[in-house]
């Protein structure tokens, strides 16, 4: 899995901070999520150059007025941390990214 974080405009930057961590500390869903797993934008693949047939979803959403936080995830097809990747076990990943979220905002 790889956080696209980096990948979306510059002034959206830091506005969710520590978020990764958030993740971290609220899963209860079947898909192991580890911050030390992410792939950095510019590291790798994960690189501006792989981007050049349009702009990320990321990119994208982050150039909406009024938008003040924009990021993607990528999951694998198949498995993560040697878990199944399915339509149910992506599901609960997204809950507890929805957790985090939610923790974040209460932060506030």
Avoid: K
Wanted: charged content about 15%; some cysteine.
């Amino acid at each position: 899995m790889h956080n696209q974080n980096a990948n979306s405009s510059l002034r959206m930057d830091g506005n969710f901070p520590g978020g990764n961590i958030l993740v971290e500390r609220v899963q209860s869903g079947t898909l192991p999520y580890h911050s030390a797993h992410d792939l950095p934008y510019g590291q790798g693949w994960n690189q501006p150059v792989n981007c050049q047939q349009g702009m990320t979803f990321a990119r994208w959403a982050g150039s909406v007025a009024g938008v003040r936080l924009s990021t993607s995830f990528e999951l694998p097809y198949a498995t993560a941390g040697e878990r199944e990747v399915n339509a149910a076990t992506a599901r609960a990943f997204g809950a507890d990214l929805a957790r985090a979220i939610a923790a974040y905002l209460r932060s506030l």
